[in-house]
């Protein structure tokens, strides 16, 4: 298979066609929890809940852990696992902070002083995160 | 017959709807985002426009994996504001022009334009969020408004070009709509943001600058920038800003610019705004 255009963007999960059949029952439990009643479900017991789906164990696993980076490599997207955080009553930023190795508080001042830089950060080759 | 007046583009962040709906626009934080809409809260008292064609995109709420159209027109008498995990915004019922609609969804598929008709649909923040910037905290929206929705999750999206060309049919199909109505087009999302991995935070001011730079004058060269340019340098998420090429589409190409903001942040967000009228002709 030919490499596509956007292999050499670092720290960065585009969900294409590919990742979307990868994810596709992920994102359907994550999606889930915009009921109420759904959302108390999953709180009175989270296991039982994931196990009413179609997930793999290791798509389960990485719901359990709160690992976003290690959802979105399962075919996660991020407005479906937004679901997921908001039932925890996390922020995108909260959430965002968490796939970035930063503290909360580290990439909160990050966003203050003005974001991530482009510089070093467009192409992989490049990358130095800061 | 039905007229385009005036365009405005906005970001449409979560976090900008919770400081509203909470009550801290004046905290130090917000206070300088919320100043940037204080021009066209005003202006657009003076303009009271009788439908708003608002383009925006659904974040995973109306549609999930089973349904995603890439342009979906809200042919509805009213849409509610959905919950979208923390209960639904407290914020009016949006109210539809199903005629209208349904004569744009003619003219726009008669036009080549592929669109899903969507009957039932609840509203996100991506298309709230805007309302509330520009009106406030308000009993009832005071126009009516169709929720168009661009598919901007699934990668790949419609090309800036793609989104410019509907703009266009987009003016000819409200143009010719028989009833005397003021009609503004809006386009929102953006501007550069990823939510998502260890690049997140991503903000590129020179990227979102010459957009909006090039969207008010320049916008037939803007629509050719290809979907890896904004992916690459303006974040996964910063794609968003096909959509406001529907809007400039929609518009004559001489434009008035009224109004420019552009502030970062907002949460994870640079947040950009531009107020734009049609010249007369």
């Known amino acids: 298979m030919s490499k596509k255009p956007y292999h050499d963007i670092p720290g960065t999960t585009i969900f294409d066609p590919a990742m979307a059949l990868m994810g596709y029952h992920l994102n359907q439990f994550a999606i889930s929890l915009m009921k109420a009643e759904n959302r108390d479900k999953f709180k009175a ?62 990439y909160a001042q990050m966003m203050l002083d003005g974001g991530r830089k482009p510089e070093g950060n467009l192409y992989k080759q490049e990358q130095h995160n800061g | 017959m039905a007229k385009i007046t005036a365009g405005v583009a906005t970001s449409h962040v979560p976090a900008i709807g919770a400081a509203i709906d909470l009550g801290k626009t004046e905290q130090p934080y917000w206070q300088p985002v919320f100043k940037g809409y204080e021009y066209v809260k005003q202006w657009i008292k003076e303009q009271k426009p009788d439908v708003i064609f608002l383009v925006y995109n659904d974040h995973a709420t109306a549609f999930d994996m089973n349904f995603i159209p890439t342009f979906a027109i809200g042919c509805a008498p009213e849409f509610k504001p959905a919950d979208e995990g923390w209960g639904a915004r407290p914020v009016p019922t949006v109210k539809g022009h199903p005629p209208l609609a349904a004569h744009i969804t003619q003219s726009l598929i008669q036009d080549n334009f592929d669109l899903t008709v969507i009957n039932k649909m609840d509203v996100d923040h991506g298309l709230t969020v805007p309302l509330s910037l520009v009106f406030g905290q308000v009993e009832e929206w005071p126009c009516l408004i169709i929720p ?25 199909a409200i143009e010719s709509f028989p009833e005397d109505l003021n009609v503004q087009v809006w386009g929102t999302g953006g501007m550069s943001h990823q939510l998502q991995g260890p690049r997140a935070g991503l903000i590129n001011q020179a990227f979102d600058n010459d957009f909006l730079e090039r969207i008010v004058d320049k916008a037939d060269e803007l629509a050719q920038v290809p979907h890896i340019n904004y992916v690459r340098e303006a974040g996964s998420e910063g794609i968003e800003l096909v959509m406001w090429l529907i809007m400039r589409g929609a518009l004559n190409d001489d434009v008035e610019l009224k109004h420019r903001f552009y502030h970062v942040p907002a949460s994870n967000t640079a947040v950009g705004h531009l107020v734009l009228e049609n010249k007369g002709d």
């Open chain 2, 148 to 172: 168009f929705a661009v598919n901007v999750v699934l990668y790949p999206p419609p090309s800036g070009q793609r989104c410019y060309d509907l703009g266009k049919a987009l003016r000819k």
């Open chain 1, 45 to 106: 017991n989270e296991r039982a809940y994931l196990d009413e789906w179609e997930m793999s164990e290791e798509q389960k696993q990485a719901v359990l852990a709160r690992d976003y980076n290690w959802m979105m490599s399962l075919g996660g997207n991020v407005y479906f696992l937004a679901k997921i955080f908001s039932t925890d009553g996390l922020s995108f930023q909260v959430a965002a902070a968490s796939m970035t190795g930063m503290t909360q508080e580290e």
